[in-house]
């Protein structure tokens, strides 16, 4: 098969175009024959080696979203047949979608959303979980609350600002150019332009917040979360100490697989209340380009790779 493998870490010239084997699924797995796959930062930090996943030797196959269709099936799976079409984010433990074939575990996947393309379905996976775990599960966020969301035109914020939305959150998103109305049309109530305001000066006035940007943003961040509410980010290391100082928490995470809540999304999408953001697709040839892209951190929504 085709597949994208990295031999050693750097830049986007690690990311090799070649041949390698087919994946063997296990007994629980399925093998997918990959349609698409998203792009995301954690691909550029695993190719850059600041972010070990797997204690395997080298070759690498990066990427974790994809949708495919069922080829085949391990001897203990019940769930799927070949010709089901499926996205997922696997483990990251295991070689990734940039390649034709995919072996994924059974739980980790759900059936395409039926409103969206390859392209579209691919974008969904890892962003919309994160946000997920992170507003949900780790922040609490219900009707009511209310939410700020730095970067809320990018990957994970696009898909934050409209789960909070449907939640019936009030969500306060950070963005700048374009990006403003990107997050206002997808349903946050004020946009900050983060180059013209400072979001701190609100003082506190957020039950949760998504930090998806790090630094100084992370560092100011602290100050906006109400006594007893949560900060969350996935940019950074959370401060400890000056989170209980201010009677606050918080927190980051991993995120793990989860096929189930992906049907939820998937829910979610085909009843209209969610969409992905996709702003680029490119061929699996491209791949070097897609990942300027993202290194950039000027992106919009989500980027694509078209497996032929």
């Known amino acids: 098969m085709r597949a994208v493998r990295i031999h050693g870490f750097g830049d986007e010239s690690v990311l090799a175009v ?10 629980g797995d399925v093998l997918v024959r990959v349609h698409a796959a998203g792009v995301n930062p954690v691909d550029s930090l695993v190719r850059q080696g600041v972010f070990t996943v797997s204690d395997r030797p080298l070759p690498w196959i990066p990427g974790w979203d994809f949708a495919g269709t069922v080829v085949a099936v391990g001897s203990a799976t019940t769930r799927w047949s070949v010709g089901d079409v499926v996205y997922g984010r696997p483990s990251l433990a295991r070689d990734g979608s940039y390649a034709q074939y995919l072996a994924v575990d059974a739980g980790e996947i759900a059936a395409i959303p039926r409103a969206l393309s390859s392209e579209s379905a691919a974008a969904v996976p890892l962003v919309t979980l994160t946000a997920w775990k ?14 700020l969301v730095h970067a809320g035109a990018g990957g994970v914020g696009t898909m934050a600002v409209q789960l909070a939305r449907h939640r019936g959150a009030k969500v306060v998103a950070t963005a700048s150019g374009d ?11 004020e946009v900050v332009d983060h180059r013209n305001e400072d979001f701190a000066a609100r003082g506190r006035f957020a039950d949760v917040v998504l930090d998806t940007v790090g630094g100084r943003t992370l560092e100011r961040s602290y100050g906006v979360v109400v006594p007893g509410g949560t900060l969350v980010t996935i940019a950074g290391v959370p401060d400890v100490a000056t989170a ?10 991993v995120l793990d697989s989860n096929g189930p809540r992906l049907a939820d999304i998937a829910g979610l999408i085909d009843g209209g209340d969610l969409r992905p953001v996709v702003t680029r697709v490119f061929d699996l040839d491209e791949v070097a380009q897609a990942h300027r892209l993202i290194d950039s951190g000027r992106t919009r929504g989500k980027v694509v790779l078209r497996v032929p």
């Open 18 to 27: 070649e041949t390698a084997p087919v994946p063997e699924p296990g007994p």
């Open 134 to 147: 992170a507003l949900f599960d780790l922040g609490g966020l219900g009707s009511g609350g209310t939410v």
């Open 179 to 189: 990006g403003i109305e990107l997050a206002r049309s997808l349903g946050a109530d």
């Open 244 to 253: 209980a100082g201010l009677g606050i928490t918080a927190q980051t995470f």
